[in-house]
C-alpha cells in the first residue's frame, strides 16, 4: 500500500508539473501575440504610427492657417466613407435651434419665441454648412477684440442703427468694435472703472460673471485684461449677428434669452451679473427674471444694473418715457431685491450695484415671515428645459462659499467638493484628476505644437468632467467653454464654476447655441462612448463640423474602436485625421484622434443639397 500511495503522489506531482509548465507557454506566447500588434486595437496603432519613431506626432496634417490643402489619403484598412456634401450657400449662418423661421411659429409671450426650438429628426440637415467667400482666419488675441474681418460676418446693420453708442464701425474690409455700448458711448474700460469703484474686480475676488443681452460683448471683452471672464448671451434677433460678432472677436458667448426656461448654468455659479439696457423687463413675472439670476448668483455676488429705470428723475426725459412707468419699474426691482435680501452698495448716474447676502440662514428666515414661496426642485442643478418659477432658489451648503481669488481658485479644492455636493468625488480624486489631465495636455502639445501659440483663442471641451483640461491648458491667449452633457453621470458644472472656469449643460443630441465657424479647437473625451445608442454618432459629428472654423482642430479621446467608426465618418467630412497611441503606449486601449477641418467656402462646389 505504501509503495501505491508513493506512485500515485510521483504521478500527480508529475501531472501538477506538465500543467505549470504549459501554462507558463501559454501566457509567453500569449504575451508576444498582443506585443507584436495583433491584439484587440494596437494593430491600429501600430499600423498609424510604426513608421514614425515619435509615435505622438502627427507628420501628416497641417495646423497652420494656410487657406487650402489636399485631403490626406484615408488608410487602406477602412472601408469607403459616405461622403457629406455642402449644403446650399444661404445656410453659411445657420442655426438649427434659433432658425428665424421656426421661431416665428412659437409664442412671443415672456420671449418664448427666442428661445431654443430645435428641429425635429426629418428636418435636421445632413450637409456641411460652408464658411462664406472670403473667408479668413480671424485676427488672433487681442488684435481680434478690435477689429474682425468683415467677409467673416458680412453685415453692417449694426453699424447703422448702433453708429452713435460706437459698438461698431466698417472700415475697408473690417469691422472696428472700439470698445462702446448704449450705456458706454466712451468706452468699456471707463465703464468697467466706474465698476470697480464698488466691485472688488482687480484682485481675483470676483472672476466669473454672466452679461445678459450683451450686444457684441464689449464689456465682456474688456473685462478680460481684469482677469474676469464673462459668459454673454444675446438672442438671435434683427440686430444681425451680436454673438457671431463677440465670438469672431474671440470672446464667450452663446444664443440665448430670458424666457420661460431656466439658463442652462448651475446654481451659485457665478461672481457677477450684469445688465445693460439689455431690454429684461426685471420688474415683471413677480420678479421671475430676477430670481433666476440670484439663483445663479453666489453668496455674495453682484448684480449690475445700467440703463432704464435707474435714475429716472434726471434721465426720464431722454430715454422718452413717462416718469410715473420708470417710477413703478425702479419700485418693484428695488422690493424684488429686498425680497432675495440683497444690498444695494451703489446708485450712481445710471448704473445701480446690489449685492446678494452671504448669510443665507438669516435671509431665509426673513423671507419665510414675508411668505416667500420656495422652489421645491431637490435637484437645484437640473435646468436643462425646465420651466422658470416664481419662486427662490434655495443656496446649498458650501456651493459658492469660501473660494479662494482666481488664479488660486483653479487648483484650490471647491466648496462642492469639500461639503460632499458632488457623489462620489473626493479632494483626493479631484487631485488625481488634475494630474491626469495635465499629463493628457502635455500629451497634445507635443502632437499639435500650435496648442499654446495663440493660433487657437475659442476652445471647447464637449464633456468637461470637472474641468481639468481646460485648467491644464488655462492661459490668458484663450479661453475655454465647458460643456457638462446633460446624460452626464455627475452634475459637475458648479465645480467648473468654482474653479474660476466657465460652461454651461448641454444635450449633444441637439445642435449647440452658436453660429456656424465659432470654435478654433474641440476637445472630445469619451463623447462617443457616452452617446452609445443615444442618438445618431453622425449628427454630432455634423454639429462639430458646423461650429469648427475651417482648419480648426478636434481632439478625440475615446476607445479604439469607438474612434475607428468616428474617423471613418469624418473622413467624409473633408476632415484629415490621425489615430495615434494613448502617451502611456499603444497596449493602452484609449486612443487619440487628431483631425483638422479643411478650408473650403461656399462656391467651392457645385453639389450643394438642402
Not at 444694473?305 to 435707474?310: D, E, H, M, Q, R
Not at 468637461?464 to 460643456?483: C, D, E, H, R, Y
Request: charged share 25%; net charge neutral.
Amino acid at each position: 500500500m505504501a509503495k501505491l500511495s508513493s506512485a500515485d503522489g510521483r504521478t500527480r506531482s508529475s501531472v501538477q508539473i506538465f500543467i505549470v509548465v504549459g501554462l507558463c507557454c501559454f501566457f509567453y506566447i500569449l504575451g508576444a501575440w498582443q506585443r507584436s500588434g495583433f491584439g484587440k486595437g494596437d494593430s491600429i496603432a501600430l499600423a498609424i504610427t510604426k513608421n514614425n519613431a515619435d509615435c505622438s506626432v502627427v507628420p501628416n496634417l497641417s495646423f497652420d492657417s494656410h487657406h487650402g490643402g489636399e485631403v490626406s489619403k484615408i488608410d487602406e484598412f477602412e472601408s469607403k466613407p459616405k461622403v457629406y456634401k455642402p449644403c446650399k450657400d444661404h445656410y453659411t449662418d445657420y442655426t438649427p435651434c434659433q432658425d428665424q423661421k421656426r421661431a416665428m411659429t412659437f409664442p412671443r409671450e415672456n420671449m418664448n419665441y427666442r428661445e431654443r426650438h430645435c428641429p425635429p429628426e426629418e428636418e435636421k440637415l445632413h450637409c456641411l454648412i460652408p464658411a462664406p467667400k472670403g473667408y479668413v482666419t480671424p485676427f488672433p488675441w487681442p488684435k481680434s477684440r478690435d477689429y474682425v474681418p468683415y467677409a467673416n460676418a458680412p453685415y453692417k446693420s449694426l453699424t447703422v442703427e448702433k453708429a452713435i453708442q460706437n459698438w461698431i464701425q466698417y472700415e475697408g474690409n473690417v469691422f472696428k468694435f472700439p470698445g462702446g455700448g448704449t450705456q458706454f458711448p466712451q468706452g468699456a474700460d471707463k465703464y468697467i472703472d466706474q465698476i470697480a469703484s464698488v466691485i472688488p474686480i482687480n484682485d481675483g475676488t470676483v472672476r466669473t460673471a454672466l452679461d445678459t443681452g450683451c450686444g457684441v460683448a464689449s464689456w465682456g471683452a474688456y473685462l478680460w485684461k481684469r482677469n474676469v471672464i464673462a459668459m454673454s448671451f444675446a438672442p438671435r434677433d434683427n440686430h444681425e449677428a451680436q454673438v457671431q460678432f463677440a465670438l469672431e472677436r474671440g470672446v464667450p458667448a452663446i444664443i440665448g434669452v430670458l424666457g420661460t426656461i431656466k439658463m442652462p448654468y448651475p446654481s451659485a455659479a457665478f461672481d457677477m451679473a450684469h445688465c445693460s439696457r439689455c431690454l429684461i423687463p426685471w420688474g415683471s413675472n413677480d420678479g421671475m427674471y430676477m430670481m433666476e439670476v440670484d439663483r445663479v448668483l453666489r453668496p455674495g455676488g453682484y448684480w449690475i444694473l445700467s440703463g432704464p429705470p435707474i435714475n429716472w428723475k434726471v434721465n426720464y426725459n431722454a430715454w422718452q418715457r413717462p416718469k410715473e412707468e420708470l417710477e413703478e419699474e425702479q419700485r418693484k426691482i428695488e422690493e424684488i431685491a429686498k425680497l432675495l435680501c440683497w444690498q444695494k452698495k451703489s446708485e450712481k448716474s445710471e448704473m445701480a450695484i446690489w449685492q446678494k447676502t452671504v448669510d443665507s440662514e438669516t435671509c431665509r428666515r426673513r423671507q419665510e415671515e414675508s411668505n416667500v414661496k420656495f422652489c421645491e426642485s431637490t435637484d437645484v442643478d437640473d435646468v436643462w428645459y425646465k420651466k422658470m418659477e416664481v419662486c427662490v432658489t434655495p443656496t446649498s451648503s458650501g456651493s459658492g462659499r469660501d473660494l479662494k481669488p482666481f488664479p488660486e481658485r483653479l487648483y484650490a479644492i471647491p466648496p462642492r467638493i469639500t461639503s460632499g455636493s458632488v457623489p462620489g468625488v473626493s479632494a483626493d480624486a479631484y487631485q488625481d484628476d488634475n494630474k491626469t489631465w495635465k499629463k493628457h495636455v502635455h500629451a497634445y502639445k507635443r502632437i499639435n505644437r500650435l496648442l499654446d501659440s495663440g493660433r487657437y483663442r475659442n476652445i471647447m471641451d464637449m464633456n468637461a468632467g470637472l474641468g481639468s483640461f481646460a485648467a491644464a491648458i488655462q492661459s490668458p491667449k484663450l479661453w475655454v467653454m465647458n460643456v457638462v452633457p446633460t446624460i452626464a453621470e455627475k452634475k459637475t458644472l458648479g465645480v467648473i464654476y468654482e474653479r474660476g472656469l466657465i460652461g454651461l449643460y448641454h444635450d449633444w443630441c441637439e445642435a449647440f447655441s452658436t453660429y456656424p465657424r465659432t470654435y478654433d479647437l474641440i476637445h472630445a473625451h469619451g463623447l462617443f462612448s457616452l452617446y452609445k445608442d443615444k442618438c445618431n454618432p453622425d449628427d454630432i459629428l455634423l454639429e462639430m463640423d458646423r461650429i469648427l472654423r475651417p482648419e480648426g482642430a478636434v481632439i478625440f479621446r475615446d476607445e479604439v474602436d469607438v474612434l475607428i467608426k468616428v474617423k471613418k465618418i469624418v473622413s467624409g467630412m473633408r476632415w484629415d485625421a490621425k489615430l495615434v497611441d494613448h502617451e502611456d503606449g499603444p497596449l493602452v486601449p484609449e486612443k487619440i484622434l487628431i483631425a483638422v477641418k479643411q478650408y473650403w467656402v461656399a462656391g467651392d462646389n457645385s453639389t450643394s443639397i438642402q
